[in-house]
């Protein structure tokens, strides 16, 4: 099942069911998930919050619910997308209950807060979309042509790939899509009318709306005159025919639905692996692209690969569209260099200041460094290059983990249970990462049976993309190492320090 994320990218719905799959196909898929809907969740997190720092906070937390509630046999019941952005939405009232409110925006916490807002089935407090109801009568598929086909403008040949369906197929049922939606909201405007009148003014309403020689009538604009359910249902109709972006956005995101369409968010395409390609896991690191086939070549032929892109200036990122491919047949010897990844060996005993380029095989694409993932493997910290370890090898409850230099040693050896949220251990398997409920306890090892427990949320920790270790009690923190061999759950600063990667297995 894994070949479904390496080979074709799989729709959303096959997505959802290899979440609930063992381990080693869940990671995969919520890695898929994250590159896929990421941009959107984190666009519409930073409508909901005050800053990058929390909409990072929001969205992080977003996929690490989704996730679990899916695992735990949650379906969504709008396109995936939509069941993401309306998730963003429930964490937000969520915070407005605690300290984390400051980091909201303020006027989404003055609805928030707003005594007598009625809410979303199971999310109390946020405002429901007026067109939600509407569009989960329809069916799935309909959803999907309606949501990514018209609301978000994605590409046919994505929209296919999400839906399972064939670019001729979303060209062809996007714009009848829409229409049923139209229909729909006709029909639950005048199901909750009590008065008998509205069914015969159907079809006046449909002919009043029509987009070429639409038909006025006195008589509905007198009945509309006292009737919302009909002027309601006109206006849906209108506003669908007119602006229908803009309609949809506000009719099924609870907040800041306009603001979200004008983001102009374009998400990461699905991954169409060619021959050689890399896996799709390997292209993840949040907001860095690769611009050219091998990073093992070094600072030194950044000048020959920018003559050979015609790219104005060494740091410049074009669009990971717009990046024709780049066969690369040259070999250098650098000098070493800062980088935020750990340093790769160098194939010479003594590095040159310069890079004499020679001609030789096309090298093969070197692998981005991966987060800790559900293999049993090293974890390993980008700054110290220091390995996540239980001190001592003392296997009991309450033991510290500390760092150290890294060794064969199973204590060394961690893998993430996607499906329960926690770093379990290789030396026993018995045994989870703790966070001891606190941001300023450090951090030790627990029985993971108590993950199912009153006190669950102190071994569940979210991995990002970018190999922050993640708190369930405090997600705005991450793993950090602190003084000699101490860890800490400081708050995120995107450093290097925060980064682990996988190690040897």
């Not at 950044?302 to 990046?323: G, I, Q």
């Not at 040159?352 to 380029?357: D, G, I, K, V």
């Not at 379990?424 to 703790?434: E, H, V």
Request: glycine fraction near 6%; aromatic fraction near 4%.
């Amino acid at each position: 099942m894994v070949q479904d994320i390496q080979g074709d990218p799989p729709p959303d719905a096959r997505l959802t069911e290899l979440l609930r799959a063992p381990a080693p196909t869940a990671y995969p898929a919520l890695q898929e998930l994250r590159t896929r809907h990421h941009p959107a969740v984190l666009g519409h997190a930073r409508l909901c919050t005050t800053g990058d720092a929390a909409a990072r906070r929001l969205a992080t937390q977003t996929f690490s619910t989704a996730a679990r509630e899916i695992a735990h046999g949650a379906e969504p019941v709008v396109p995936l997308r939509h069941h993401l952005l309306l998730l963003t939405a429930r964490l937000a009232a969520d915070w407005s209950h605690d300290e984390r409110s400051a980091a909201l925006d303020p006027t989404l916490l003055l609805v928030l807060n707003s005594s007598g807002t009625r809410g979303i089935p199971g999310t109390p407090g946020v405002p429901p979309p007026p067109l939600l109801p509407a569009f989960q009568s329809l069916p799935s598929r309909t959803q999907g042509l309606v949501w990514y086909g018209v609301l978000d403008r994605e590409p046919a040949e994505r929209t296919a790939t999400y839906l399972g369906l064939t670019p001729e197929d979303v060209r062809y049922d996007t714009p009848p899509a829409l229409q049923s939606l139209a229909q729909a909201c006709l029909r639950t405007r005048l199901a909750a009318s009590d008065d008998p009148r509205c069914a015969d003014f159907r079809r006046l309403i449909e002919e009043s709306v029509r987009p070429e020689n639409p038909r006025h009538s006195p008589d509905l604009h007198a009945h509309m005159a006292r009737c919302p359910h009909c002027t309601a249902a006109f206006e849906d109709l209108t506003a669908l025919r007119d602006a229908p972006r803009e309609t949809l956005a506000e009719g099924l995101l609870p907040w800041a639905g306009t603001a979200y369409v004008r983001l102009g968010i374009t998400p990461a395409p699905p991954t169409e692996p060619g021959p050689g390609a890399a896996p799709p896991r390997e292209r993840r690191l949040r907001s860095r692209r690769l611009l050219l086939t091998s990073t093992a070549l070094g600072v030194a032929l950044v000048p020959l690969l920018l003559f050979l892109l015609n790219r104005p200036a060494p740091h410049t990122r074009p669009p990971a569209a717009a990046t024709p491919p780049v066969q690369v047949t040259v070999t250098a010897t650098v000098s070493p260099s800062p980088s935020p990844s750990p340093a790769r060996p160098s194939h010479s005993p003594s590095p040159s200041p310069s890079a004499t380029p020679t001609r030789s095989a096309t090298p093969t694409p070197s692998a981005t460094p991966k987060p800790p993932g559900t293999a049993y493997a090293q974890v390993v910290n980008a700054a110290t290059a220091r390995c996540l370890d239980i001190r001592d090898a003392d296997l009991g409850n309450g033991t510290d983990v500390v760092t150290a230099p890294c060794s064969a040693s199973p204590t060394q050896r961690w893998r993430v249970d996607t499906a329960r949220g926690v770093l379990q251990s290789a030396a026993d398997p018995d045994f989870c990462l703790d966070s001891r409920g606190s941001v300023d306890k450090g951090v030790g090892i627990w029985s993971c049976a108590s993950v199912d427990g009153d006190h669950g949320d102190n071994l569940r920790f979210t991995v990002t993309p970018d190999g922050e270790i993640c708190p369930e009690i405090a997600l705005e923190t991450a793993l950090t190492p602190t003084g000699a061999d101490q860890l800490s759950l400081s708050p995120v600063n995107d450093g290097t320090g925060q980064h682990w990667r996988a190690g040897a297995g």
